[in-house]
């Protein structure tokens, strides 16, 4: 069993429409999560970081940590064309010169 | 503000000749450095990381290897190129304490 699963997509969806990623984990000591978007032929950026369980908004973009049932979600409020990409979650377990294990990533397009 | 330069941003190489991927960091000190490979449709995969100049973890056993000659520059290197290298080869840096890791735009390469 992969440490980290992500469903590949492709997802597409409708311009203006929510837009829901999900990633669930198997090991339980991972504390620190994170979402990178990566647009074709391009580097990963970094979106959100969050630590153990809550939420976190930043604009539209929500990420949400549910430590519990191991399953992080970032969700996409009024999704733009210019949102169409691969999104990437990540965690680690330290906060310090860890490695971090990535999701394999979601490719997302929103249609106009 | 921190920067992050790989070249070349392209690479076609023949089988079993040498590689020679470099990566600089501006705007930070003693940065931990990273060197992943992305192959088409998967996942991140962690080759090299370091900590500090000359200070190299290898991750994954495989023909090539990195060094570290100055604190804020990265090498990746190949003696004798393998078909299953071709990849995308990504440089990323964190902050020292920290595991946010921002990634360079990274380098395409192709070995026929």
């Known amino acids: 069993q992969k440490e980290v699963e992500q469903d590949p997509g492709p997802l597409s969806v409708p311009e203006g429409a929510i837009v829901s990623l999900n990633c669930t984990y198997s090991?339980?000591?991972?504390?620190?999560f994170m979402w990178y978007r990566q647009y074709s032929r391009k580097g990963p950026e970094l979106l959100m970081y969050t630590y153990s369980s809550g939420n976190k908004e930043d604009g539209r973009f929500t990420a949400q940590v549910d430590k519990s049932s191991k399953y992080i979600s970032l969700f996409i409020r009024d999704s733009q064309p210019s949102d169409s990409a691969t999104y990437l979650c990540a965690m680690s377990r330290y906060s310090s010169a860890s490695k971090i294990i990535f999701g394999s990533g979601t490719r997302l397009s929103i249609r106009p | 503000s921190q920067t992050i330069h790989q070249w070349p941003a392209t690479l076609v190489q023949p089988v079993g000749s040498p590689l020679s991927l470099e990566c600089t960091v501006e705007g930070t000190s003693n940065p931990n450095l990273y060197w992943y490979r992305q192959a088409a449709g998967r996942g991140l995969q962690l080759l090299f990381y370091?900590?500090?100049?000359?200070?190299i973890s290898s991750e994954v056993p495989q023909n090539l290897s990195a060094s570290r000659p100055q604190d804020r520059q990265f090498i990746l290197s190949s003696k004798k190129l393998l078909l299953s290298d071709s990849g995308f080869y990504l440089c990323?840096?964190?902050?020292?304490?920290?595991?946010?890791?921002?990634f360079g735009p990274g380098t395409r390469l192709t070995v026929l």
């Open positions: 990323a840096w964190s902050p020292p304490g920290q595991d946010t890791q921002y």
């Open positions: 370091s900590v500090g100049i000359g200070q």
């Open positions: 090991n339980s000591a991972f504390q620190y």
